[in-house]
Nanobody, 125 residues
């Protein structure tokens, strides 16, 4: 059974930083893209960042470009999201995701096959 487990969420003041982790088990994703999405109350789930199988290519939503950095450690079957200069509008539940079909970084929600349970990130002003 494939599981993705996020950790690292919490409450932080505006301008602060958090690092999210997503540990995968039940299947290796070293040949597959992984990503991060978020969902704020009353809004649809939206793309945040994605990384290719090797970590050599990453893509970001315009809203987080320059502030967030996605990375991965294939030996640990884990991906990370370093979030700096956090803003109140970054408040959301953050989900990690993995695809079994693509090696390149992708941004479309429906192309991901596995999802974590989510971790809350709250940024106070």
């Amino acid at each position: 059974q494939v599981q993705l487990v996020e950790s690292g969420g919490g409450l932080v003041q505006a301008g602060g930083s958090l690092r999210l982790s997503c540990a995968a088990s039940g299947r290796t994703f070293s040949s597959n893209a992984m990503g991060w999405f978020r969902q704020a109350p009353g809004k649809e789930r939206e793309f945040v960042a994605a990384i290719s199988w090797s970590g050599g290519n990453a893509i970001y939503a315009d809203s987080v470009k320059g502030r967030f950095t996605i990375s991965r450690d294939n030996a640990k079957n884990t991906e990370y999201l370093q979030m700096n200069s956090l803003k109140p509008e970054d408040t959301a539940v953050y989900y990690c995701a993995a695809t079994r079909r693509y090696a390149s970084a992708i941004s479309r929600t429906y192309e991901y096959d596995y999802w974590g349970q989510g971790t809350q990130v709250t940024v106070s002003s």
